[in-house]
């Protein structure tokens, strides 16, 4: 049976690059009728923050991600990890290490002066038991390191293909820190052995620990899952996607009103080879595979992330739009009308704004104080908005005469910035009949006042 993970830092809130990974798993496991667990590696006790867990699991539910299993916290199984890396001290798998920081900076340094990768260089490693027992004895701190043989290791990644990584790539890693605390890659390794994880779908960046994890699972006696490592997100400039770049983390994208719907489908899109773009989440499961997924890094395109969500917005029923948007039922009609110039949901509510405020947005103004034949159409439009009994678009129209040296399409330009307070905007015949008009009159009255005092 499938069982995959999906396994986040509660360090900060949940980065859209670590959504997509989180879809992945979470496609991978409804595909193949399998489970999926949620696991918070905590183990970073001054940075983890029970305020991002619980950031983390509320975008996962926002972006419909249920998991079978968890929350499960590493900071809860502290005794677990210790006593497998004891367990592999026994065996002759790891030993201790005596070295200060100082040695290891200065050993760094070395390998680096060599040409060769900063690592460890085995000081401790040939100590014997009973040295390194008397100096524990003695109460001289150390960490804990696995033996590795340096084997070159060579895998099959489920996106990738084969992967091989030379002679050396394991090093003797720290497993236990000296506060007996379990570094990243034992406590990952122990969790996704007892925890029966049979595949590990995760981001590009996490290649390089593969062998060290197979390793060590292999140390401890158990079965390497199968590992698939998927395309990062990155930035137009090519390089990883920061918040220099905007928005990144699923809460960004909640607040400037994207609909999940849009961010999931966007994200099952980046990096996989599919016949269509827009699917529901039904259609999503069915078309995933591995084989479809590129390890070539994708750039986030904000403009179709948005396209993705204009196209949303369009479908969804407007009652459904109406409240996803927190707009009164009463308005749906008028959230009908706006709805096709809407990009998110921040954008629909803005467009709201021009049934209810009798104000001239900046650009709006801007253009009718340039326009000289403005304040002659303002009066008019004003004079046949008082008729008793109201009057229709078609009268209003009817009523205005385009002035010598003004296009049509200036005309309608002006009559839109007095309908709807803005320079663009739905077709103004089927704005008007729900503006209120004393909300047009009181933008034609703030432009004529403006008009005055300039």
């Known amino acids: 049976m499938v069982r995959?993970?999906?396994?986040?830092?509660?360090?900060?809130?949940?980065?859209?690059?670590?959504?997509?990974?989180?879809?992945?798993?979470?496609?991978?496991?409804?595909?193949?009728?399998?489970?999926?667990?949620?696991?918070?590696?905590?183990?970073?006790?001054?940075?983890?923050?029970?305020?991002?867990?619980?950031?983390?699991?509320?975008?996962?539910?926002?972006?419909?991600?249920?998991?079978?299993?968890?929350?499960?916290?590493?900071?809860?199984?502290?005794?677990?990890?210790?006593?497998?890396?004891?367990?592999?001290l026994e065996k002759g798998l790891a030993y201790r290490c005596f070295c200060g920081e100082e040695e290891l900076a200065a050993a760094r340094q070395s390998s680096l002066a060599r040409g060769e990768p900063p690592r460890y260089n085995g000081k401790c490693r040939d100590l014997s038991a009973g040295e390194a027992s008397r100096l524990a004895a003695k109460g001289q701190p150390f960490t804990l390191r696995f033996r590795s043989d340096g084997r070159p290791v060579t895998f099959r990644d489920g996106i990738r293909g084969e992967l091989s990584f030379p002679r050396g790539h394991v090093d003797d890693l720290i497993i236990l820190r000296r506060d007996g605390t379990p570094t990243y890659n034992l406590a990952v390794v122990v969790d996704d052995m007892l925890m029966g994880i049979t595949h590990v779908i995760r981001g590009g960046d996490h290649i390089s620990?593969?062998?060290?994890?197979?390793?060590?699972?292999?140390?401890?006696?158990?079965?390497?899952?199968?590992?698939?490592?998927?395309?990062?997100?990155?930035?137009?400039d090519r390089k990883p996607l920061s918040k220099r770049h905007g928005a990144t983390r699923v809460t960004d994208f909640r607040a400037m009103g994207i609909v999940s719907e849009a961010l999931v489908n966007y994200l099952s899109t980046m990096g996989r080879n599919v016949a269509v773009e827009l699917m529901d989440p039904d259609e999503i499961v069915r078309t995933f595979s591995l084989d479809s997924v590129s390890g070539s890094d994708n750039i986030f395109d904000m403009e179709k992330l948005l396209w993705f969500n204009r196209e949303y917005l369009k479908?969804?029923?407007?009652?459904?739009?109406?409240?996803?948007?927190?707009?009164?039922?009463?308005?749906?009609?008028?959230v009908s009308v706006v709805r096709e110039n809407a990009s998110t949901l921040t954008d629909l509510r803005e467009y709201m704004e021009m049934f209810d405020r009798a104000e001239l947005r900046p650009e709006a103004l801007r253009y009718l104080m340039k326009m000289d034949a403005a304040g002659e159409i303002a009066k008019t439009v004003r004079s046949r908005l008082a008729v008793r009994g109201g009057v229709t678009f078609d009268e209003l129209t009817a009523a205005l005469t385009v002035p010598v040296g003004l296009r049509k399409r200036d005309l309608f330009m002006i009559l839109r910035a007095f309908v709807t307070g803005r320079s663009e905007g739905p077709p103004l015949r089927d704005v008007f009949p729900l503006v209120p008009l004393e909300v047009i009159t009181g933008r034609i009255d703030a432009y004529l006042e403006h008009r005055h005092e300039g």
């Open 209 to 236: 620990n593969t062998p060290r994890q197979m390793a060590l699972i292999n140390a401890l006696g158990g079965r390497p899952p199968e590992y698939a490592h998927h395309s990062l997100l990155i930035g137009p």
């Open 315 to 334: 479908r969804m029923p407007p009652a459904v739009l109406a409240d996803r948007a927190g707009i009164d039922a009463s308005r749906v009609e008028k």
């Open 4 to 88: 995959v993970r999906f396994a986040p830092s509660p360090t900060g809130h949940l980065h859209v690059g670590n959504a997509k990974t989180a879809l992945f798993n979470w496609f991978f496991a409804r595909k193949y009728e399998g489970s999926f667990i949620l696991r918070m590696e905590d183990t970073d006790m001054e940075r983890s923050d029970a305020a991002y867990e619980r950031s983390i699991t509320e975008d996962l539910a926002w972006l419909g991600i249920a998991w079978d299993e968890g929350p499960l916290r590493q900071s809860e199984r502290l005794d677990i990890y210790r006593s497998h890396a004891l367990s592999l």
